[in-house]
T-cell receptor, first 114, second 116 residues
Framework: DSGVTQTPKHLITATGQRVTLRCSPR?????VYWYQQSLDQGLQFLIQ???????AKGNILERFSAQQFPDLHSELNLSSLELGDSALYFC?????????????FGPGTRLTVT | AQTVTQSQPEMSVQEAETVTLSCTYD???????LFWYKQPPSRQMILVIR??????QNATENRFSVNFQKAAKSFSLKISDSQLGDAAMYFC?????????????FGKGITLSVRP
């Protein structure tokens, strides 16, 4: 158990809908990262937050957004869902900006868009 | 842009034998980290081993060791005395050590099966 929690574990929804994925980092970790794992694209970095502020963006679609709250938990919002958004979404956390410390991954949320 | 390449999609090893998983990467940075992550059927991403580019000594963690060749930009993982529990997907990953963006860049992964 990495100490990073993600809810829900599984999510099934229809095209066009909007969902919210939630992540709680390890106690004391200030950085949260979101990654997407799909068959087509592999594991891709989406976005990073540090202590409530957006720090870096990767291949995140405009339909997707994220935020990190004062209690350091983070949410990833996916809207106007398409079949291609079906993937495993991971959250990871690290103590600092991640330069010197490992990122610890949560168990992931499996999103299925039908 | 940094890229990580794992050219072997699948490998198989006999239990108790040794297997080496290959990884190459491309970067213009001089200092960075390299990682191997394991993803078992549970889908949890588990850090196996880490290597700092400035260190010449290869990292080892119990049965897992790496062969880091900085000039060749090669980073292979050796698993000794393979166990059934080693069966998983293995990802090679890269991260820079400076700057604001500490994202991990992953290879496509390799599926390792262990034969009893």
């Amino acid at each position: 158990d990495s100490g990073v929690t993600q809810t829900p574990k599984h999510l099934i929804t229809a095209t066009g809908q909007r969902v919210t994925l939630r992540c709680s980092p390890r106690s004391g970790d200030l950085s949260v990262y979101w990654y997407q794992q799909s068959l087509d694209q592999g594991l891709q970095f989406l976005i990073q937050y540090y202590n409530g502020e957006e720090r870096a963006k990767g291949n995140i679609l405009e339909r997707f957004s994220a935020q990190q709250f004062p209690d350091l938990h983070s949410e990833l919002n996916l809207s106007s869902l398409e079949l291609g958004d079906s993937a495993l979404y991971f959250c990871a956390s690290s103590v600092d900006l991640g330069v010197t410390y490992e990122q610890y991954f949560g168990p992931g949320t499996r999103l299925t868009v039908t | 842009a940094q890229t990580v390449t794992q050219s072997q999609p699948e490998m198989s090893v006999q239990e108790a034998e040794t297997v080496t998983l290959s990884c190459t990467y491309d970067t213009s940075e001089s200092d960075y980290y390299l990682f191997w992550y394991k993803q078992p059927p549970s889908r949890q991403m588990i850090l196996v081993i880490r290597q700092e580019a400035y260190k010449q000594q290869n990292a080892t963690e119990n049965r897992f060791s790496v062969n880091f060749q900085k000039a060749a930009k090669s980073f292979s993982l050796k698993i000794s005395d393979s166990q059934l529990g080693d069966a998983a997907m293995y990802f090679c990953a890269y991260r820079i050590t400076t700057g604001a963006n500490s994202k991990l860049t992953f290879g496509k992964g390799i599926t390792l099966s262990v034969r009893p």
